[in-house]
C-alpha cells in the first residue's frame, strides 16, 4: 500500500471533510479514521492496536514499538467522545485484552473474532473508494495523520510539541507532513507590518 496519493503527497483534508467522510463509513471504518486523525497515527499503527492499548483512565491509546517506523511504543491521547465509541465497539464484540480490536472478518479465513487485525491494504481500498465516492481528491489513509499535525501547527503549536503527538525524530521529516496556506501566511505578514507601523 502507497502511502501518497496519485499526485504526490496525501491531500491535506478539512474537519468538514474529515467529519463527513466519517460519517459515511460503517462503525469499524469510521473508528479507525477518527483514531488515525486524533492519534496521528499511521495506518499500521491503527490497524494493529489491542485491547490492552486502551487506558480508559487517563484517555490514552498506546500504539506499541512492534507496529510503529521509528520502533518506539508511544502514547497519545483521544476524545473521550472516541473513547466511548471505541469501548462500546469493544463491548459489543466481545474482546479481549490481547484480542485486536479492529479485527478481521473475512469469509476466507478460518481466524476466530479479534485474532487477526484488519489489513492495512483492505482499510487502504475502502478508504480509497469512499474518498473518490466524496470527490476528495489525492486522499489516502496517510492524509488523517498529515491533516491532524498541519491543523496542530495552524492552532499554533510549536514544531517540538508536534512532534510529541507524531512520534517523529526529527525536524527535517516532520516538516515534509506540513501543509501551510501560503495565501493566509501572507495575510498574517501583512498583519504583522501593521502592528509595526503603528
Not at 463527513?20 to 497515527?41: D, N, T, V, W
Not at 476466507?108 to 473474532?113: L, Q, V
Not at 514544531?159 to 501560503?182: A, F, P, R, T, V
Amino acid at each position: 500500500m502507497c502511502k501518497t496519493n496519485r499526485s504526490g503527497k496525501s491531500a491535506c483534508l478539512t474537519r468538514s471533510q474529515i467529519e463527513r467522510f466519517c460519517a459515511s463509513l460503517p462503525e469499524k471504518y469510521s473508528l479507525i479514521a477518527e483514531l488515525m486523525y486524533f492519534s496521528a497515527g499511521r495506518v499500521q499503527e491503527i490497524t494493529t492496536i489491542k485491547v490492552r492499548n486502551i487506558n480508559t483512565t487517563d484517555g490514552l491509546l498506546t500504539l506499541e514499538k512492534s507496529s510503529t517506523k521509528t520502533k518506539e511504543t508511544r502514547q497519545v491521547p483521544i476524545p473521550k467522545s472516541v473513547m466511548k465509541n471505541l469501548m462500546s465497539w469493544i463491548k459489543h464484540h466481545k474482546l479481549c485484552d490481547d484480542n485486536y480490536i479492529f479485527f478481521t472478518n473475512s469469509r476466507n479465513t478460518t481466524y476466530i473474532k479479534g485474532e487477526k487485525s484488519v489489513s492495512t491494504q483492505s482499510v487502504d481500498k475502502f478508504f480509497r473508494k469512499q474518498f473518490d465516492w466524496d470527490g476528495i481528491d489525492g486522499a489516502s489513509t496517510h492524509s488523517f495523520r498529515r491533516s491532524r499535525l498541519t491543523h496542530l501547527l495552524e492552532k499554533g503549536w510549536n514544531l517540538k510539541e508536534i512532534m510529541d503527538i507524531s512520534g517523529h525524530k526529527d525536524l527535517k521529516s516532520l516538516q515534509q507532513y506540513l501543509d501551510s496556506d501560503k495565501r493566509k501566511t501572507h495575510e498574517k505578514y501583512r498583519e504583522l507590518f501593521e502592528e509595526e507601523m503603528v
